[in-house]
């Protein structure tokens, strides 16, 4: 039986002042569509995890972010159809420019308790306790 690819996804709850989470709003036509993510994306070959983020961050939001600000807080680990997704999650606290949205996604700054209301896609839910209990403490 052959087993389905395994994909490298990373992903950053940021966090700002006030303990809101972003979320961008995944585009039309794409796998997902629709719903509510976390940042990030797909690991390219010869790249670190952090690179990814880092650069995705760069290109989607804008904004500049030191490796050292990126914490690592959980993963997701979840078989869609067609491939198995792994995705590191780290959270974010610090950076440098404005959040704006450079490919067309909506974003919404969200309580960590109303993640909830905004459809995610399924790999991401079991996440959302996680950042309930970051913010709470
Ligand atoms: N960035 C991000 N991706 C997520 C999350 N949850 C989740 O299941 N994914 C999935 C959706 C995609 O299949 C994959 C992310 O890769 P991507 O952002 O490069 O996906 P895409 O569909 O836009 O890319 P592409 O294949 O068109 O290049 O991981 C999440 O919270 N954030």
Redesign the pocket.
């Known amino acids: 039986m052959s087993s389905p690819k395994l994909?490298l996804?990373?992903?950053v709850a940021l966090i700002d002042a006030d303990n809101h989470i972003l979320l961008?709003q995944?585009?039309e036509g794409?796998?997902?569509a629709g719903?509510w993510?976390?940042?990030?994306?797909?690991v390219e070959p010869g790249e670190r995890p952090e690179e990814t983020l880092i650069r995705?961050l760069r290109e989607e939001l804008g904004i500049t972010v030191k490796e050292p600000c990126l914490a690592p807080l959980t993963f997701?680990s979840?078989a869609?159809e067609s491939?198995h997704?792994l995705?590191p999650?780290y959270v974010c606290r610090r950076w440098d420019g404005f959040v704006q949205s450079l490919e067309g996604q909506a974003l919404k700054w969200v309580k960590p308790q109303d993640l909830r209301s905004y459809p995610?896609?399924?790999?991401?839910e079991p996440?959302i306790p996680f950042l309930v209990d970051l913010v709470a403490i």
């Open positions: 994909t996804v990373v992903a961008a995944r585009p794409k796998q997902l719903l993510e976390f940042p990030g994306g797909k995705e997701a979840h869609y491939f997704l995705m999650l995610m896609p399924p790999a991401d996440l």
